[in-house]
T-cell receptor, first 115, second 114 residues
Framework: GAGVSQSPRYKVAKRGQDVALRCDPI?????LFWYQQALGQGPEFLTY????????KSGLPSDRFFAERPEGSVSTLKIQRTQQEDSAVYLC?????????????FGEGSWLTVV | AQKITQTQPGMFVQEKEAVTLDCTYD???????LFWYKQPSSGEMIFLIY??????QNATEGRYSLNFQKARKSANLVISASQLGDSAMYFC???????????FGTGTSLTVIP
């Protein structure tokens, strides 16, 4: 497809379960971002990749969160031992080049509910 | 300090009228970009408009325009001729220099009334 694709769209996980969220960015986009959006809030930065290199992971809330992009295209955000506070929408975004004026294009998000 | 402040949690506008959504920002970086996104109930963040800190003119994209007042550090979004499909959350965002992060505000919920 032409846009950023995320799967699954909806995920219900039991507390303590591991989850993996997939992002397929726009073809040719070098930069890839993960954001977390809690209910009623704006997106919060989690991590950033340039090609396969994870250049910034300062927003990851704990060591239970792990992201990878091994071949510089598809990315996976993994959350281990999920907790209720992890419930949020996880948004993936990509952009063509790492310049100020380049906007980032978002996917529809993966809605995670931890019960 | 908040990088992006949106002080209007909710706004209502009559169909076909214009509406202004407020956004102020805080940065000491002389180079930055300001963005507006629309988020309908489906969840996707849709890019609307961009303004660079060095741009001399206000950005416009169809019915969207950005009222950029650099000295006041404000970047308000103006939607002209509102349509029912404009009902959504609107987020203002900023990127500093070549930084990796986009900083988002808390959003404004816009409801267009028929």
């Amino acid at each position: 497809g032409a846009g950023v694709s995320q799967s699954p769209r909806y995920k219900v996980a039991k507390r303590g379960q591991d989850v993996a969220l997939r992002c397929d960015p726009i073809s040719g986009h070098v930069s890839l971002f993960w954001y977390q959006q809690a209910l009623g809030q704006g997106p919060e930065f989690l991590t950033y990749f340039q090609n396969e290199a994870q250049l910034d992971k300062s927003g990851l809330p704990s060591d239970r969160f792990f992201a990878e992009r091994p071949e510089g295209s598809v990315s996976t955000l993994k959350i281990q031992r999920t907790q209720q506070e992890d419930s949020a929408v996880y948004l993936c975004a990509s952009s063509l080049l790492d310049q100020t004026g380049n906007t980032i294009y978002f996917g529809e998000g993966s809605w995670l509910t931890v019960v | 300090a908040q990088k992006i402040t949106q002080t209007q949690p909710g706004m209502f506008v009559q169909e076909k009228e214009a509406v202004t959504l407020d956004c102020t920002y805080d940065t000491s970086d002389p180079s930055y970009g300001l963005f507006w996104y629309k988020q309908p109930s489906s969840g996707e963040m849709i890019f609307l408009i961009y303004q660079g800190s060095y741009d001399q003119q206000n950005a416009t994209e169809g019915r969207y325009s950005l009222n950029f007042q650099k000295a006041r550090k404000s970047a308000n979004l103006v939607i002209s001729a509102s349509q029912l499909g404009d009902s959504a959350m609107y987020f203002c965002a900023m990127r500093e220099g070549t930084g990796n992060q986009f900083y988002f505000g808390t959003g404004t919920s816009l409801t267009v009334i028929p």
